[in-house]
């Protein structure tokens, strides 16, 4: 599966747009782009995926650039409880979950 | 999306003592399931991945010998950590992937595990 690349870290103040980029440069053309996140201490937790169309979902939105090199994750309106570890994978569909090191977004009152 | 659980949610042993953790897919079969191990600070990594009925299959590093897969049924996984030692001590998840009708053959995760070895 494609790498990915992240920000380490990112900080949002409370109720604005977190905007979280992914760069997946080496992507194939069977490969999904996924986003989980992780808050402290429990499992992952699913978010959206997607393969080139943009994903809008009751969490949050997905844009996948036209040459899928990279996407964002959008939380439209970032609470304290949206503080936690976001992993964006690539992956092709029948191909196990790898994670990366992942985004520490922190969510500020 | 589908529920997975872990049994027990935190444990604390004695070095040189085994430890089971129990995975379950509560409302779905799980053709397969993945255990992963989480240090502190750290990202998931993958140990190993199991079908239903057959050995499991380790990741480079992980000695099978000492973390011992069964998924015997389409429902429960079990992860025995044998002779645990200090640096054992992790947090462990697992994670299941089944036939689901609206699924695009995806992994659902449990809740993890915190194993700490005294």
């Known amino acids: 599966d494609a790498k990915t690349t992240q920000p380490p870290s990112m900080d949002c103040a409370e109720g604005r747009a977190a905007n979280l980029p992914c760069n997946h440069s080496?992507?194939?053309?069977?490969?999904?782009v996924y986003w989980y996140r992780q808050i402290h201490s429990q499992g992952p937790q699913y978010i959206i995926h997607?393969?080139?169309n943009n994903e809008t979902n009751e969490m949050a939105s997905l844009i996948i650039t036209e040459d899928r090199k990279s996407s964002t994750l959008i939380l439209p309106h970032a609470t304290l409880r949206d503080t936690a570890v976001y992993y964006c994978?690539?992956?092709?569909?029948?191909?196990?979950?790898?994670f990366g090191a992942g985004t520490r977004l922190t969510v500020k009152p | 999306g589908a529920v997975v659980s872990q049994h027990p949610s935190w444990v604390i042993c004695k070095s040189g003592t085994s430890v089971k953790i129990e995975c379950r897919s509560l409302?779905?079969?799980?053709?397969?399931m993945f255990w992963y191990r989480q240090f502190p600070k750290q990202s998931l990594m993958l140990m190993a991945t199991?079908?239903?009925?057959?050995?499991?299959?380790?990741e480079q590093g992980v000695e099978k010998d000492k973390f011992l897969i069964n998924h015997a049924s389409l429902t429960l996984s079990t992860l025995t950590v044998t002779s645990a030692h200090p640096e054992d001590s992790s947090f462990y998840i697992c994670?299941?992937?089944?036939?689901?009708?609206?699924?695009?053959?995806?992994?659902?995760f449990g809740p993890g595990t915190r194993l700490t070895v005294l």
């Open positions: 994978i690539v992956r092709a569909i029948n191909n196990d979950m790898r």
């Open positions: 997607g393969l080139k």
């Open positions: 080496t992507i194939s053309g069977n490969e999904y």
């Open positions: 199991s079908n239903e009925g057959s050995k499991a299959t380790y």
């Open positions: 409302d779905f079969q799980a053709t397969t």
């Open positions: 994670s299941g992937k089944g036939l689901l009708a609206d699924s695009y053959n995806e992994q659902f």
